[in-house]
């Protein structure tokens, strides 16, 4: 991880990609929110309660906070968003097989 951070990064987003990959298409958005975006989020807000003496990292951990309640912002909107569409139903035998012209 040390040695290769770029490699450590790779492996972690193919990890949650084939995490999520295994889910059902409608819970994704919200399995990525719980189990990915809130923990790293919740650290990001206990760091930023930290009194730190460097103001370039102070700069950088609120822009990674404002980034990620972005994403959990623009995600929940998403999910609420789907959650009120109307459920598609496949069309009937019937009408699968009805031909025009018969």
Request: proline share 6%; charged share 25%; no cysteine.
């Amino acid at each position: 991880m040390i040695e290769s951070p770029a490699r450590h990064f790779l492996v972690q987003r193919m990890n949650q990609l084939s995490s999520l990959s295994r889910l059902h298409l409608p819970l994704r958005a919200g399995r990525f929110i719980e189990d990915m975006v809130r923990p790293a989020s919740d650290m990001l807000l206990q760091v930023s309660g930290w009194h730190l003496n460097d103001e370039k990292l102070e700069k950088k951990i609120a822009n990674q906070r404002r980034r990620l309640d972005a994403i959990h912002t623009a995600l929940t909107a998403h999910i609420n968003d789907i959650d009120q569409r109307p459920a598609a139903l496949p069309k009937t035998r019937m009408a699968r097989e009805l031909r025009p012209g018969l």
